[in-house]
């Protein structure tokens, strides 16, 4: 099941942590990024039900 | 006093301090311990706590009047816990708007409501939104009262000189300029500090481009009294707009411009009208208080303490509006400050317990400073990534509770950590689930009839969770005893013990009453070395 409640100790480190890392990029740079970065998160999380409900939601 | 450069159409009615000719002009005058330059909201403050501990001094203002039109309105509670040690806190509630909840909007829906105070037992509220103007003419009412406070208007620093023992100021009056000595001088002369002009010391930072609208307008019928955040609504679809509501029906709309847009344009009354009617719609009835395009600097000196001269408040560190931690963090700059002043010119401390103050209140201005700035840049996104990341965020908040707790439209004022401080003696033991640990504020909680805030001590004091203790002389001592939420707050069992600092800060914490451990700590927290104490 996609955990829908908030699951960081220090949610607004995290968040602008994933942010910053795009400073200075380029659109395609973006993208090339975020795909790695997905793939990483992806791979560590496994669970398949997880990351297809996830790939659901983020569609909707 | 003073510091806008606009006009304001308020109905608010600025009484004027009278001026009286400095006694100095007609000869030398006696050296004073503390000078404190500007009456905003960190001078006078700052005054009436040495005042409390028995130091006199003397505050300058280069204006005659309150802070004029828009500046701080959102009063936490820490500032109105502080102020509440000189009975003026009551005052600024009753005349105030409480507001502890916040509502965020996306387009035209509610998306996250948040309340910044959930539990009930504390004396204050998260907030109180009252017009700096007020709040600054209560602190001067009550200085007014205070023998130990001279007050004096139109009376211009232009001149500093730091000597090692003391510094000598030139003050400007309208009967001519005449100079002071003073032990220590304390510029709580805002973010235009001349006494930083002065001394020629830097002030780095950074600058945002984005440009808000402010309209005050006096408004009649049923308005909400907590904070609403909209972003993309409809009557403002490009950008976003925060109301707050102030005393006298005042609310605050505050609109998010661009980078783009042309302030003078956006001033014209027909313009703010226009935007005001799409917010309140064809029904609404107001008038106007104040308008004001403003962009603003997060900036912070690299040194609070220059020799015999002091930097508090906005002289010192600068953030954007969002999270109220301008006027707020000027408030516990000033709580920091007093208490370690009066003992320095007591002789009860070293002058390298002032060394703390620079070091605490930096490591809360870096705080501040960070957190108003994830704000902005929540607000305003920098660049595309950031624009996307930010409009995910908002389109996942409906349906993710993770995602509201992502929105960031200001993280609002509370004590900052001064983790780390050699002034704190850190955990000994490891037992601690909860509680204000070593470098956090203290908290508030219902004892006996009253409050603990209304128990503690002018100096050190000893919170007691039963079980028998001996304070050191001078420190004051509590006994909680077993009230429930007390209990909770500090995560106490039987035998467990607080120290917390004159500016409410834990200091230190024990599962055991020590009063060997009690005493080192009260040296260390007061900036001697514990071999001092050694010898008891």
Known sequence: MLRRTLNLERPDDVYNAVVDAHKGLDDEQCRAFDARLILLLVNHIGDEAVIREALKEAAA | MGGAGEEGLSSYDYRHYPYRRPAELDGPGERRPVVIVGAGLAGPTLALLLAARSVPSLVLDEDDTVSLGSRSICQAKHSLEIWDRFGIAQRMVDKGITWEQGEVY???????????????GHKFPAFVNLQQYYVEEFLYDRCLAEPLIELRVRNKVVGVQQRNDGVTVEV????????????????????????????????PGEVFHDQFLIADIRMKGDLPKERRFWFYPPFHPTNSVLLHRQADDVMRADFQLGRDA??????????????????????????????????????????????????????AHVVSPFGARGGNAAVADADNLAWKLALVLGGQAPVSLLDSYDSERRAASRENILNSTRSTDFITPKFPAARAFRDATLALA????FARALINSGR????????????????????????????????????????????????????????????PAGVTAVDVGEETLALQRYDARPGTTYLIRPDRYVAARWRKFDQAAVATSVARAMGKEATCFGER
């Open chain 2, 412 to 471: 609002l004022s509370v004590p900052t950590t001064q983790s780390g401080s050699p002034l704190d003696t850190p955990d000994a033991d490891g037992d601690w689930a909860g509680g204000p640990a070593p470098g956090r504020a203290m908290v508030d909680a219902p004892l006996g009839r009253g409050w603990l805030i209304d128990r503690l001590g002018r100096d050190f004091t000893l919170l007691a969770f039963g079980g028998p203790i001996v304070a």
């Open chain 2, 262 to 315: 042309d302030p003078e344009e956006e001033k014209k009354p027909e313009n703010v009208n226009r935007r005001l009617r799409q917010m309140f719609g064809p029904d609404a009835r107001w008038e106007h208080e104040w308008t004001s395009v403003y962009t603003f600097t997060c900036r912070m000196m690299e040194r609070f303490m220059h020799g015999r001269t002091i930097f508090v408040g906005d002289a």
């Open chain 2, 398 to 401: 409906k349906d993710f509770p």
């Open chain 2, 106 to 120: 996306l387009r035209d829906q509610a998306i996250y409501r948040f309340n910044l105070q959930p539990e009930p």
């Open chain 2, 172 to 203: 400007e009056t309208p009967d001519g300029n005449y100079s002071l000595e003073a032990d220590w001088l304390v510029a709580c002369d805002g973010v235009r500090s001349a006494v930083r002009h002065l001394l020629g010391l830097p002030y």
